[in-house]
T-cell receptor
Framework: GESVGLHLPTLSVQEGDNSIINCAYS??????FIWYKQESGKGPQFIID?????DKRQGQRVTVLLNKTVKHLSLQIAATQPGDSAVYFC??????????FGPGTRLSVLP | ETGVTQSPTHLIKTRGQQVTLRCSSQ?????VSWYQQALGQGPQFIFQYYREEENGRGNFPPRFSGLQFPNYSSELNVNALELDDSALYLCASSLGRETNYGYTFGSGTRLTVV
């Protein structure tokens, strides 16, 4: 079946630096994408979403970029803080289907 | 407004036993999805319930079954537990099957099968 994957399983960044987490998806029919953050012992928490008719969306300190040509999604976190340390998942969906999650990237913020 | 609550938080069962996990959806949400998350992996879709009926199922055997009640709370039942069923089971609620805003997840039930 279709799946969503991530290029890097772990990412370490210095506090205050920007973070970029990447995701490759395989289903060209997917039309909705979400980035989730999962802290230890908690369920995934919605961060930001983007639809396939957009290529960029910004939130507070976060930006999601969508490149449909190469089926690539990225999450940019500006001025990374210790509280950003978590596992980040991208999830894709197309109409009538359910969300498919990637394996996740663990982000560690170094002091 | 309350979020998604799951019970119990942790559970230990013996291989071959049966287990029931419970989920209360977020206020106003009528759709519940269940996911299995093995250690170090992303959540895998089990099934979804919409207005008390199953609405989509992932690649899980029939011994995984569920229910949704009139108040939109839900149960996940797993029969004949296997060691590989050890995982975090996540419940997520949404308003409608084709949500525009993603799912709200609970904190999960950590199931250990020994």
């Amino acid at each position: 079946g279709e799946s969503v994957g991530l290029h890097l399983p772990t990412l370490s960044v210095q506090e205050g630096d920007n973070s970029i987490i990447n995701c490759a998806y395989s289903n060209s029919a997917s039309d909705y994408f979400i980035w989730y953050k999962q802290e230890s012992g908690k369920g995934p928490q919605f961060i930001i979403d983007i639809r396939s008719n957009m290529d960029k969306r910004q939130g507070q300190r976060v930006t999601v970029l969508l490149n449909k040509t190469v089926k690539h999604l990225s999450l940019q976190i500006a001025a990374t803080q210790p509280g950003d340390s978590a596992v980040y998942f991208c999830a894709e969906k197309n109409y009538g289907q359910n969300f498919v999650f990637g394996p996740g990237t663990r982000l560690s913020v170094l002091p | 407004e309350t979020g998604v609550t799951q019970s119990p938080t942790h559970l230990i069962k013996t291989r071959g036993q049966q287990v029931t996990l419970r989920c209360s959806s977020q206020s106003g949400h009528n759709t519940v999805s269940w996911y299995q998350q093995a250690l170090g992996q992303g959540p895998q879709f089990i099934f979804q319930y919409y207005r008390e009926e199953e609405n989509g199922r992932g690649n899980f055997p029939p011994r995984f079954s569920g229910l949704q009640f009139p108040n939109y709370s839900s149960e996940l039942n797993v029969n004949a537990l296997e060691l590989d069923d050890s995982a975090l089971y996540l419940c997520a609620s949404s308003l409608g099957r084709e949500t525009n805003y993603g799912y709200t997840f609970g904190s999960g039930t950590r199931l250990t099968v020994v």
